[in-house]
């Protein structure tokens, strides 16, 4: 297959030059070229968040992002989070099976870092695109709820 | 103790089959049948495709026979001529590019001369429709207790009623995938299962290999849920006669719309009551027949119809039950392993029927469950006298107590008589599980485990049972911490791989904490005897012990063994289904707080209440996470999850048609455990991981009845049922 878009993006804080075939998604090319497996695939149309990343600094599923489309952009993914950060999701049972979890620490990193969203919004909203089918999701919205605080008792 | 392997899972470093980089590797796919049966009678390959680059395997390709090895060996592993479903396995095609196999796939034409599917269990075959026996049952199983039809001739009252439950889909994050390869005359397949020795047996089996030509790893899993104890052995034989063809690693990954069209589902029900009651509601005869869609090959219909009529009477005292049970072929997709594995079915039926004797009786919903709870010396369908000295009852009353149960129905009352648009209700269900294998199966798998000491003084412990997400790798290293006095870093877990594990039985039926678990403290204790330490030592004691051992056995292993013994006093009848039909029950409510919208009959949950008896919780957190998951797929089961078949085969297979629940379509769950230690589960557990799905469907549906005034019989109650109930003015289903 022919791969003759070149691309430079900023990947995890590092300048990336590479060609892309117009038909590759930015999943896979973060899974089969980049070896960033941590990014997960659930569902290949954007229902199920378990390949969450950030582009641009916001939460995007990037099975639906072609891999062409992130030229000159930023992107983020669960091999840039600090293993600190996740601690409270570890202790309220967050995770289970796992193949849903990147998705979710992703998403629920991106609720802490906008907790004004939390006016309008509730948790349990907010989390909703991303799928577990392990959890029944109180481990996950405990996670985020001990997140924030943690936040506010560091600001 | 935090989950063993939850920071790797947290940091996306813990990798799957499908995140395993293989150079040389191969993508392998799947060509399926288009029709529900038939003789196939040509197969077109595209003029578009160069087929020369691709390694193609069909049914002849295959060295032994060509059968799946399980209960019965009907199931082919590729479609020798003739199909019995769509979308059964014809041909496997591998290709250096994904994309490439991909297309190619679609390029594959199978024609089939199609003959008379059956596409509904409910109805009797005709003629040409038989496909089974003569009449089309896979198994036909019955229990007996007393004389039904004396009591329901002298009962005062007879209630009846027909209830149904609709396929459910797994939905475990992960697909369905294997990876197989060659190294020297060793194939190798790793991948995603709850079960590496089915996986082996199925593999050496038709590909006419030994068992020590043959190794099968477990990768980690992302979910599972019965979904991944007997399909994949489908997946690893398809991967493995590609790379043997081949030479070169093979992967076979299944994205979601082949995982959710072509793999098994919960088998559907329909289940009929007859029961005889005196004036106060007391059961005086349950008469019950059960029906599951089994699908077009036996697979493992028979053992989820055995669970699903043990537990069809539920949790009460009844002199006079007959269950009569009944697994129908169909030309669907093969139905499976399920979490709850039938019981969750005709649980749905007994605890739906329970609230509509309560309604025809005028008694109330509790106190009809209240009296007829089995009490400590009362048999159950089977003859099991139940004697563990639970207190049932109890259970029952902290879960209404938790919901605030009689407040909520007052305040229902006013609410419901002046809301213009939502209506309220709350409804309970009491429910039981039996812990692993059903019967004597314990005793058939014989199930072994390891406990090594290592040079260093560190342990491991040999398993077959694998982490799902269910606490595997966090439960055994507790239980061998505490069992040796030893600090949980240094217990080490292997590798579920068949070249060094022994086989400790499936990872199903609830089985691995309480009875594989049990088999870690009994290595435990024998790795002590070994080394000829007292059973009180404990830490450095023994970790010395193992260093100083190592240094007089060179080039040998220490291995402490266990191996499952059944329990005294346990006795079961597999020919009259009479007896002991597990070692223990775990016993649970759950009650729903329901809201239905009247302008979109959409129906939501409020409030959930689970409270259950399972001897002892190992882990908080996780046993918690368990009940709260469960809950979560009842919930789904009950509400949303709607399996939309064509020609036997799910037309919906994608996540946007195909719903289940989100973080926002469900409350908190609120879970209390009742702890009666079990003398025979690992620290006194009992099994926990099915029970939860036992219960939600009817707590809901109970609960929509409550709050609507309707009856609805069967789910899905998907908005359109309940609006078809609610505006035909027919309040009764079906």
Redo the contacts between chains.
Sequence with gaps: MSSNIPITFELNGEDVTLEVSPTERLLDLLRYRLDLTGTKEGCGEGECGACTVYLDGLPVNSCLVPAYQIRGSRVDTIESVDSEDVDPLLRSGATQCGACTPGVVMTALWIREHPGLLQTHTIRELMAGNLCRCTGYDGIVEGVEEMLLRRDRAS | M??R????????????V??L?VDGCLWGMTVRSPAPRGRITEIRFGRGVDWSEFVLVDHDDIPGPNEIFLIEHDQPALAPGYVRHVHEPVLLLAHP?R??VRRAVREVEVIVAPEPPVLDYRVTPGADQIQFGTDNVLKHLTIEKGDVERALAAAPHVVEGIYETGAQE??????QGMLAYLEDDVLTVSGSMQCPYYVLQALTHVLNRVASQVRVIQT??????GGKEEYPSNVAIHAALLALKAQRPVKLIY???EDLAATTKRHPSWVWHRTGLDRDGRLLAQDIQVLIDGGAYVTLSPVVLSRAIIHAAGPYSCDNVRIDGKAMLTNAVPFGAFRGFGAPQTQFAGERHMDVIAETLDVDPVELRRINLIRDGQATSTGQVIHDGTDREGVMQQALDMAQYDEKRREHLHFNATHPSLRRGIGLATFYHGAGFTGSGEVVLESVLHVAGRPDGRVEVLSSNIE????TLTVFTQLAADRLGYDPADVVIAEADTSRVPNSGPTVASRTSMIVGRLVERACDDLKTRLGLAAEARGAAIKNAIIAWYRDHRNEELLGRAQYHQPEGISWDERTYRGDAYGTFAWATHVAEVEVDLRTYSSRVLDFVAVQEVGKVLNE??A??Q???????GIGWALMEDCRFRDGAMENN???NYL?P?????P??RVAFLENPYPHGAHGAKGLGELPVDGPAPAVVNAIAAATGTDPRGIPVTPERLMKLMEKKEPRDG
């Design positions: 935090k989950r392997e939850g920071l790797a899972k947290l940091m996306g470093r813990e990798r799957y499908d995140d980089q590019e994309a490439m797994h939905v475990y994050l992960e697909n980690p899993t992302g979910g599972g849920f994205d979601r719309s799902m997400g269910q606490g957190t996780l918690r996470g009940v709260q998951g469960g809950v979560v797929q994608q996540l946007t289940i989100t973080s926002d379509d469900v908190p769950i």
